[in-house]
């Protein structure tokens, strides 16, 4: 009956890992809206892809911790951002993430525009804020995805604009 809607719906006893596979995700688009720069591109910019990789490798590990195993979606492979996962590989799934959204229609993401059109909060703090708390209560430090969900509210705020330092400035954050 999901097949209606959805022609590529499938049945898991996995719900959890489809969620955290969107979160990994999902913490990599809420940088991207760190600047005015296209999704495509800021995935696609060497210089940023190791602070990228060490942000959705934090989401992973938190994940790992609650023994949850990510699942992969539309082209995105979470496993790529595994511990002990060669370079490679990673720069392999960065570059299909490059090419999937160089395809789309939407360059940017909706907290792009919630941020740099509509001048909206984004939901930073139902999506994001909920991985470092996860993280806390189990043990692993999540010090980019936390900086990264204070660097989202400075620009709600209007005290931070978007801007490509503040990519910069997540990189030198210390792990």
Do not use: C
């Not at 999901?2 to 990599?28: H, S």
């Not at 999506?127 to 708390?133: G, T, V």
Request: hydrophobic residues 45%; aromatic residues 6%.
């Amino acid at each position: 009956m999901m097949r209606q809607f959805e022609e590529r719906a499938v049945l898991t006893d996995n719900i959890w890992g489809y969620l955290w596979g969107k979160l990994i995700y999902g913490t990599l688009l809420f940088a991207t809206a760190l600047t005015n720069d296209s999704i495509a591109d800021v995935l696609a910019d060497q210089a940023h892809r190791p602070m990228l990789t060490r942000l959705a490798q934090e989401v992973g590990q938190v994940a790992k911790a609650a023994d949850i195993r990510p699942e992969a979606f539309d082209g995105f492979n979470p496993a790529a951002f595994a511990p002990g996962t060669s370079m490679d590989e990673v720069a392999r799934s960065f570059d299909e993430m490059v090419a999937h959204n160089r395809r789309s229609t939407k360059s940017h993401s909706g907290i792009w525009r919630d941020l740099a059109v509509r001048k909206r909060k984004t939901e930073v703090d139902a999506q994001i804020l909920p991985i470092a708390e996860a993280g806390r209560r189990l043990g692993v430090p999540t010090p980019l995805v936390s900086r990264l969900v204070e660097m989202i509210h400075e620009i709600e705020e209007g005290r931070r604009p978007l801007d490509n330092a503040n990519l910069d400035e997540l990189a030198g954050v210390p792990a």
